[in-house]
């Protein structure tokens, strides 16, 4: 390599917008980068080309994520949308139905309401199901079969993601980036407390965005019972689709790099109060560990938009 | 004369340094806020909504990469590690995509029965079109038309 490994002295953002001195460490740190850059579109890649050769009938409002519907064509569903007033009713009737094996079945399914859907009816069997709890003071609907290649946003009735909470996670991400892009810019400048305050609140607001990813994660796979067309079982959870598998894999594994960069920024803000920590002149790690988090930062932004919004 | 060294220049750079940051911040929540918005607009243009949203996230993640990451202030030496990587990242997809989309065309056929991999063309015209994803089938309408009689 030609480029001379300088110490980082020069100023930032100096007017005649010299490239900054290059040292090991930075050069260390883009060659990780870059091979980050490969791991994720390894995931991101399998991704799309799974999408792109999933099945036009994978995903249904009717039945279960990968059912085979060559039978199922011709049938239709009914939608409880709200079980009405007196839930017993409803669910006494599903049980008489034979749709549901005991009350707690039947339970299970009315959870799903407004998007709880009984499929595999004729025309004929819809109707009369319709009527009859709509008598028992159902509100329901009769629905064909709709399906997809693969989950769209805003369906709920095969898609459980909530785009409005990882939109507000997704501008928490953007504030952390925002912090620790301060940070370095105080410690350049030589104030170290300022820098540390700048750091510890990367540090929270990375926290912040962690624990909405559990609780997200939590909700998706114990808390809600979702209907049938995003799982079998009503929980989301990675063995339900190669949707739900898909989606954990990658956000799981932005996750577990979030969660690495804010260890490695408790590091750093350990040493950043110890006399002797880091000054104008000497502050790599701290740039070295805002590389890292701003590349974060960047992979979510990509995946927020094609995994939740796309 | 004016041999006083140049610290007003120098702290004035750290000041717009600091202003720069706060400027990209407020574009990144901006940006955020329209796609999200975007998205919901747009939720049954399909190509409408993945070309909008391309857009929108790479400006994002230019914004992040030039500013926050300082890519604006180093040398070529940073683009000759990231934009190897990028473009074999994309060639990579776009090697695997067709086979898995051929695969996928060759299969849309609502009334039956799945053919043989390979058949058929990579296609971007539903992409293209605009309209609602090709791939959406309402089953009941498309039987109707079918059985009409002749």
Excluded at chain 1, 61 to 72: C, E, F, H, I
Aim: contains cysteine; hydrophobic residues 50%; glycine residues 6%.
């Amino acid at each position: 390599m030609t480029t001379s490994m300088l110490p980082e002295t020069a100023p930032p953002h100096s007017p005649s917008r010299r490239a900054t001195p290059v040292t090991p460490g930075k050069f260390a740190m883009w060659l990780f980068l870059s091979t980050e850059v490969m791991f994720f579109t390894g995931l991101i890649g399998s991704y799309i080309v799974y999408r792109a050769g999933s099945s036009p009938t994978a995903y249904s409002n009717l039945y279960p994520p990968a059912t085979d519907l060559s039978r199922l064509r011709d049938k239709v569903g009914v939608l409880i949308k709200s079980a009405g007033p007196d839930a017993h009713k409803v669910l006494d009737e599903l049980v008489h139905a034979g749709l549901a094996r005991s009350s707690d079945d039947a339970a299970r399914l009315v959870e799903a309401a407004p998007h709880a859907a009984l499929g595999g009816l004729t025309n004929e069997k819809a109707a009369e199901l319709a009527h009859a709890l709509e008598v028992a003071g159902a509100t329901v609907r009769i629905e064909p079969l709709k399906t997809h290649k693969w989950p769209l946003p805003y369906d709920d009735a095969t898609n459980p993601l909530a785009v409005t909470l990882t939109a507000f996670n997704t501008f928490v991400l953007i504030c952390s980036s925002v912090t620790m892009a301060l940070s370095l810019a105080a410690i350049r400048q030589g104030r170290r407390w300022k820098s540390a305050l700048y750091l510890l609140a990367t540090i929270l607001i990375g926290s912040l965005f962690l624990g909405v990813q559990i609780f997200e994660y939590h909700s998706l796979m114990f808390v809600h019972h979702y209907p049938v067309g995003i799982s079998a079982s009503g929980h989301f959870r990675p063995d339900v689709s190669l949707f739900a598998s898909c989606f954990f894999t990658m956000t799981g594994f932005h996750g577990a790099h979030v969660t690495a960069g804010v260890l490695a920024l408790v590091v750093i803000l350990v040493r950043s109060l110890l006399v002797g920590g880091f000054s104008a002149q000497n502050h790599a790690p701290i740039e070295m560990v805002g590389l890292y988090w701003h590349f974060v930062d960047l992979v979510w932004i990509i995946l927020f938009t094609i995994v939740y919004l796309i | 004369m004016n041999l006083a060294p140049p610290i007003d220049a120098a702290a004035d750079g750290r000041h717009a340094a600091r202003r720069t940051y706060l400027r990209v911040w407020a574009a990144l929540a901006v940006f955020t806020a329209v796609e999200y918005v975007y998205a919901s607009y747009f939720r049954d243009l399909y190509g409408v909504l993945v070309i909008g949203l391309l857009f929108w996230a790479g400006i994002k993640a230019g914004l992040v990469g030039w500013f926050f990451m300082h890519m604006r202030d180093e040398g070529a030496w940073v683009y000759l590690l990231i934009v190897p990587a990028c473009l074999l990242a994309v060639i990579l997809v776009l090697a695997l995509y067709p086979d898995q989309a051929w695969k996928a065309e060759a299969e849309e056929n609502p009334m039956g029965i799945s053919s043989t991999r390979g058949v058929g063309a990579f296609s971007v015209a539903p992409l293209l079109a605009g309209v609602k994803e090709l791939s959406t089938y309402e089953f009941v309408a498309r039987h109707e038309v079918v059985s009409k009689p002749c």
